[in-house]
């Protein structure tokens, strides 16, 4: 808790490395030499960081004491690369193996910690289908989490189409995540880990953003709640305007949309993850629902503000208390489907 209010992180991280799966996959995949692709950057800066990557569900929940979330909402570490691995029954395999991991990870306290289940969407739609059915009824994830990179296809592709109709008919949450790493570089060949995360997570939400509203994915599945996280929000109310100004001139090329672009963004089922120290976020709310903004930690990310996050948001006098209230508690309910009781973490709403 903070400031009174019950703080539910709808992005946190597990540490999914390879010892991870090494135990869990099928014997024929656990001598590999590396469990997924990468790019090989070194996040730890030679180790400095590797105290900030909590190996246990108790060092988790202990730093969200530290913290003061009281709830956190989990996608995976070593999974955002999964749209990397190209070879079909690995990939399935991946996702069985984490899944049951996170499972037992949130097991530490199922009332803190809840998993979003890792889905072989982009090289198998039935089996994917079949993950996210299995995660969601059998180890109680509250959503499915979609990489916003794929080698030949963007996340709203049609090949996708019965994968979102299911999860719209099921009401399971879709989040869509970047990895962070240099999926865009072909585009613009950096050298370094800086010039390459700059341009990853937004621009790839920009990218993930465009494909789902123009496709009318919206429209065909008026159930289905996505949303786009860790880029931040202040392109939002931009990228709403330009998509706008873009279909004037063009809307025969969305043929299923009944509306303009930002009236998708609007239509409340579309949620973003703020940054807690952005600027841009007091104004946000004019242009896109306030009652669809949700608060990411990133914990434990080398680039996340660990133990300060929550209080950088809670403690800023720019932003009301009904606005925290719905970043930190009411939005991200609404999002994954689930109903926290206030009093169970010594407080009431």
Known sequence: MRNGMVIIDADGHAVDYEPVYRGRLPQEYRQRAAIYPSDNFDRTQNGKLAGKRPLTPEQNLADNDREGIDLQII????????????????????????????????AADRNRLKGVAIVPLHVDVRAAIDEMERAVAKLGAVGVMINTYDRSRNVAHRDFWPFYEECAHQGVAVGFHASGSDTLDPLCHFDNLLQVHTLSHAPEQLIACTAVIYSGLLE???????????????????????????????????????AKPSDYMSCGRVFVSCEPEEKTLRYVPEFFPADNILFASDYPHWDGQFPYSVATLADRNDLSDNLKRKIFFDNPQRFYGIDVDPARFGARQ
């Open 220 to 258: 065909k599945y008026k159930d289905l709640r996505v949303a786009f996280l860790e880029a931040g929000i202040g392109w939002v109310p931009f990228w709403m305007e330009h998509m706008d100004e873009e279909y004037e001139f063009r809307p025969f090329d969305a043929p299923l949309l009944k």
């Open 75 to 106: 996608y995976p570490t070593g999974g955002l690369n999964l749209t990397r691995v190209r070879e079909r029954d690995y990939a399935v395999a991946l996702c069985r193996a984490y899944n049951d991991w996170l499972n037992d990870w949130c």
